[in-house]
């Protein structure tokens, strides 16, 4: 058997020689994922950045003359896509247009006026001999918008609120280790009025009718 002096012993005790891994292994796990989670929000935000600037372009761009034709409209879009798949080729995207008279009924996004006798908060349609529950169809465009708005570019003068909505898997995998969702949303939208290129479509007066 081989004694160790006491002298061994004490240089042993000393000896500091590979440490600095053992201290690496220990932070390394949380330095890897905070960098990951730094990485990740850093992406968000310049998607939500890259998104609004695109979408003010764009909304600016369907506000123009000959830009309410559904071909214009889609070529528009497809920029909005393009520019989205660049930075999150697996991502869903939703494109609406909702337009207004003006920007305060936009702003307000009020629904059209209603006997909500249910009491639901929503404009609903016939049950059995029941006729649907009554409301103003401020727009004339035959049906209850729970926002006032109607659908689409709208016509001169008209402010239109153009939305896109963005859903994408997250590009890194650290909220899978917390149990988190792997899914990242993002929204931008902008109201601008269209171009005064012809008379604004004349707005009638409210129509009673019945949700269907």
Known sequence: MIRKSPRFLHRFARDERGATIVEFGFVAPVLVLTLLGAFDVAHTLYMRSVLQGVVQKVGRDSSLEGNDETSAQTAIDDKVRAQVRALANNATISITRRFYKTFSTAAAAQAETWADTNGNG?????????????????NNNSTWD?????????????????????????MFPLYN?????????????TILKNQPYDDQATYGAPVARNCT
């Open 122 to 138: 929503t404009c609903d349609g016939p049950n059995g001999s029941t006729p649907g529950e009554p409301y103003q169809d401020a």
């Open 146 to 170: 729970r926002d006032g708005g109607n659908s689409g570019q709208g016509g001169a003068k008209d402010a239109t609120l153009y939305t896109v909505t963005v859903s994408y898997r997250r």
């Open 177 to 189: 280790l917390i149990n988190a969702g792997n899914t990242t949303t993002v929204r931008a939208a």
